[in-house]
């Protein structure tokens, strides 16, 4: 089975790069550079440095025993939550701004839901000493309210858009629209697997990292390199493709993808793309998409902001359509109790969106053998304002 895009940047028959005219030039110079950039050693070797004494590379891969012992299997968690700025987002920014000043970029621009994208770019920038400007929605804005001071402080200029319903895609149009006014000295740096070619590729190869990492990991403390499970959460999906990318072509390990089911996948408030959603544009590529019957978005809900995306991947589309990956879903309170229970046994509060792929925990009955990993992440520091209003409800 083959997994990677074809030249012109599709999965199977999503992906591809339906962009205006106008960004043409901006597109094309990365579709022509991206690999040989990407596969270069003064490349490597730099983003390599970066990954370990920067980022805080290898993340550690942490069995955790009272999880364990609790759900009767083996669980693993990737500890993306202790990267420099608290999830795995910055492996991503770190990897295109070397790319984009070796391009000869002086300026970027970010979309960001949660902020934590707009954070890791921020960061990166002031790291590379680059012109910074996010644009964020206000409803996250509001509901992120800590990553909008780090952005500050990094000196990052934050855009506040007032379209839609205020959330990470409103913000993303907005990006793209600087983008098409900046063509010469901006690069965009998108946060996920989407967007048009080769932004999915790209990010999935700078983000697979992850998965790179876990082989070695699991092999050096169960003597087996593969695991039985990969659980991930979806906002986009570069998390779970990072995560999933070195063992799609081992079907032993079985890979499941858990979006946000919002107040319920029939409530009509959920960003659960893969099972409300069909095929459509959004964004510069062709993947599953929350749409009407006449082809209007339809707005996306969840408790957390960094799952808040009609859209997702076309990898993802991808690999649902072939069977390759499962793809579930975990309502606002399922992720909220998931929450609870990993600071409880563990003593770590994980990002309200890593909590979607733990709560898949409390959905499947796994083997007492199995080994299970699960990718947090990030960290939970920015939801704290959400997990407190909600603690006395949710108290086990
Ligand atoms: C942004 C974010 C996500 C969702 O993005 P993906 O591209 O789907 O990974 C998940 N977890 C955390 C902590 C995030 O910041």
Redesign the pocket.
Known sequence: MNYEVNKKGFYGEYGGAFIPEMLYPNVRELQHHYLTILKDNDFQQEFRKLLKDYVGRPTPLYYAKRLSDYYKTQVYLKR??LTHT????INNTIGQIIIARRLGKTRIIAET??G??GVATATVCALMGLKCVVYMGKLDVERQAPNVLRMKMLGAEVVPVYSGNMTLKDATNEAIRDWINNPVDTHYII????GPHPYPDL?TRL?SIISEEIRWQLKEQTGNENPDYII???????????AFYHYLDNEDVKLIAVEAGGKGIDSGESAATMVTGRPGILHGCRSMLMQTDDGQIIEPYSL?A??DYPGI?PIHSYLYKIGRAVFENATDEEALTAAYRLTRLEGIIP?L??AHALAFLDKYTFKPEDVVIINL???GDKDMATYIKYMEEIKD
């Open positions: 993306e939550d608290g999830a795995h987002k839901g949660a934590q994208h946060g996920s697997v989407v990010v983000q991930a959460c979806v906002g986009g999906g570069s998390n779970a493709a990072g957390s960094g799952l991947g990002a969106e890593s992440s990030g960290r």
